[in-house]
C-alpha cells in the first residue's frame, strides 16, 4: 500500500469505520481516537496491507480497539457516572432510531459489533468472521441471536406503550 | 438443499434479513410467506431490528491524511539592511615576513661564525700588522715634521701606523707614494692648505685625534683625524725650500672617512651602512610583529 492507497483509504473508509465505532461506544471523542489509532496502525503497517484489504482490515482493528477500550472501561468504577456528564451522547433524530439504538445498547459488544458490521457495512459472514477472529457459524448463531433480542426488545411492552 | 418448514423458517428468515440466501432459496421463503401469514408478521417484526444506514461524517478525518498536502515556503526577498557591516576585508598578509626571519637568523649566524673566525685569525693577523709597521718603518723612515713641513703632510702615518690597523697602513703606504714625486707633493699641499683653510673655521676641539684601536679580532673605528691644525693657515705659495717651523698640517684623510663607513672583521670588509640597514630591517620586524599582537 502506498501513500497515495492510504489516503484513498482515508477518502472511503474513514466515516465508515468512525460510524462502526460510535454507534458501538457512543462516546464521539473515543470514537475518534480509536478511529485515529486504527488508521495510525494501518499506515504503520502499509507495507503489509494491500489495498483491496485496507477496508477489513481498519474494521479488525478498529473492533479489537473497541473490544480492548469497552473492557477498560468496565474497569472504571465511576466510568459510568462519568459517562453523565462528560461523555456526549450520539444524538438521535427519530424515536425509532433511538429506541432501535437503545435497544442496540442492550447487546454485548460482539453481538453490537456483528450487526453493526452486518447492517452499516454489508459484510458477509465469512468477511465478519475475519474482522471478529470468529468462524462463521458462530458469526451467525450470534448474528441472529442479536436479531431475536433487538425483536424482544423492539415489541416488548414498555417500548409498545 | 434444505426445504422451508414450520420448524426451520425462523433461520431463513433471519438470513434472508442478513441477505444471505441466495436466489433460490429467497424465492422459496416468500412462497412459505405467502401460504403462512403470521410468518410475515414475523418476518415484519424482524425486519425493523435492520438498522437504517444513515450517513455519520468523521469530524477529524482530515488529520488522518498523510503528508497529501506539501508545505511549500515560498521565496521571499527579505534584504537585511546592515549588510555592509558584515562585510569584511582580509588583512594583506606578508608572506616574506618568514623569509626576512630566515634571512635575518641567517645573517646573525653569518655575523656570529665571521665574528668567531675573526677572533682567532686576529690573534695571528695582529703579528702581521705589526711585521707591516716594520716592514713600513724600514723602508721609508719619517723625517721629524719640522724639519720637513712638506713630509708632515704625508706623516700623520706614524700616529696611524701605531694603531696596528692594516687599513691605515695602506693608507698610509698610498699617501707615502704620492709624496714622492716632487710635483704630486706641491698639488697635494695646495690641496691640504686649501682644505685646511675650510677646516680651520670649524673650531680646533672639533677635530678630534683619535686612534683606530684594535680589539682582538674586531676592529673598533673610531672616527679619525680629519685635520689638526696647531698653527694659523700658512700660504703655501712659497717655495718649498722656505722653512716654516711652526706649522703642523697634517692632510685630510679622505680615504680614511671613506673606510669609516667599512669595519673590517677578520679578513672581511663589510659595509656599516648594511649593518645598520639590516638591524633596521630586524627592527621594523620585531615592530611589525608587536603590532599585529596589540591588534590582534
Known amino acids: ?161 | 438443499m434444505q426445504n422451508i418448514n414450520l420448524h426451520n423458517y425462523q433461520d431463513f428468515l433471519l438470513r434472508y434479513i442478513d441477505e444471505e440466501l441466495n436466489l433460490r432459496e429467497t424465492e422459496d421463503l416468500l412462497a412459505f410467506v405467502a401460504l403462512h401469514p403470521a410468518v410475515g408478521e414475523e418476518l415484519e417484526s424482524l425486519q425493523s431490528t435492520k438498522l437504517e444506514i444513515e450517513s455519520i461524517a468523521c469530524p477529524s478525518k482530515a488529520l488522518l491524511y498523510k503528508n497529501i498536502f506539501p508545505v511549500t515556503l515560498e521565496p521571499t526577498t527579505i534584504v537585511y539592511p546592515n549588510k555592509q557591516k558584515l562585510f569584511k576585508k582580509e588583512k594583506e598578509k606578508a608572506p616574506v615576513i618568514l623569509l626576512r626571519w630566515w634571512a635575518v637568523g641567517a645573517a646573525a649566524i653569518f655575523i656570529f661564525i665571521v665574528a668567531r673566525n675573526g677572533m682567532f685569525n686576529g690573534e695571528a693577523g695582529n703579528g702581521l700588522s705589526k711585521n707591516n709597521v716594520a716592514k713600513n718603518n724600514s723602508v721609508k723612515p719619517v723625517s721629524s715634521p719640522v724639519n720637513n713641513p712638506i713630509n708632515n703632510i704625508s706623516t700623520p702615518n706614524d700616529t696611524i701606523v701605531n694603531t696596528g690597523s692594516i687599513v691605515s697602513t695602506n693608507v698610509k703606504e698610498d699617501q707615502q707614494n704620492i709624496t714622492t714625486n716632487p710635483l704630486e707633493r706641491s698639488v697635494l699641499r695646495d690641496v691640504a692648505y686649501h682644505t685646511i683653510q675650510n677646516a680651520s673655521t670649524v673650531a680646533a676641539s672639533e677635530a678630534e685625534h683619535t686612534i683606530p684601536s684594535y680589539n682582538g679580532s674586531i676592529i673598533d673605528i673610531k672616527p679619525t683625524v680629519i685635520a689638526e691644525i696647531t698653527a694659523a693657515p700658512i700660504a703655501l705659495n712659497e717655495s718649498a725650500e722656505t722653512e716654516e717651523p711652526n706649522e703642523t698640517i697634517e692632510t685630510i684623510d679622505t680615504e680614511a672617512a671613506s673606510s669609516n663607513r667599512s669595519v673590517m672583521v677578520g679578513a672581511f670588509e663589510i659595509d656599516k651602512d648594511k649593518f645598520r640597514g639590516l638591524f633596521r630591517k630586524a627592527n621594523a620586524l620585531f615592530k611589525n610583529k608587536e603590532n599585529n599582537k596589540n591588534e590582534k
Open chain 1, 1 to 161: 500500500m502506498t501513500e497515495k492507497d492510504y489516503n484513498e483509504s482515508v477518502l472511503l473508509y474513514a466515516d465508515n469505520v468512525y460510524r462502526f465505532i460510535v454507534k458501538n461506544l457512543r462516546h464521539n471523542e473515543d470514537a475518534e481516537d480509536i478511529l485515529q489509532s486504527a488508521f495510525e496502525k494501518l499506515w504503520i503497517h502499509k507495507d503489509n496491507v494491500e489495498p483491496s484489504k485496507a477496508k477489513s482490515y481498519l474494521f479488525t482493528v478498529a473492533y479489537h480497539l473497541l473490544i480492548d477500550h469497552t473492557r477498560k472501561a468496565k474497569r472504571i468504577s465511576l466510568q459510568e457516572s462519568f459517562e453523565n456528564d462528560t461523555q456526549t451522547a450520539y444524538q438521535e433524530n427519530k424515536a425509532l432510531k433511538k429506541v432501535l439504538h437503545d435497544a442496540l445498547a442492550t447487546l454485548n459488544e460482539t453481538q453490537r459489533s456483528l450487526v453493526l458490521l452486518k447492517d452499516y457495512e454489508g459484510y458477509s459472514y465469512e468477511e465478519i468472521g475475519e474482522i471478529t477472529k470468529l468462524t462463521t457459524d458462530q458469526v451467525r448463531v450470534y448474528l441472529h441471536r442479536a436479531r431475536l433480542k433487538l425483536r424482544n426488545y423492539l415489541i416488548s411492552p414498555q417500548q409498545v406503550l
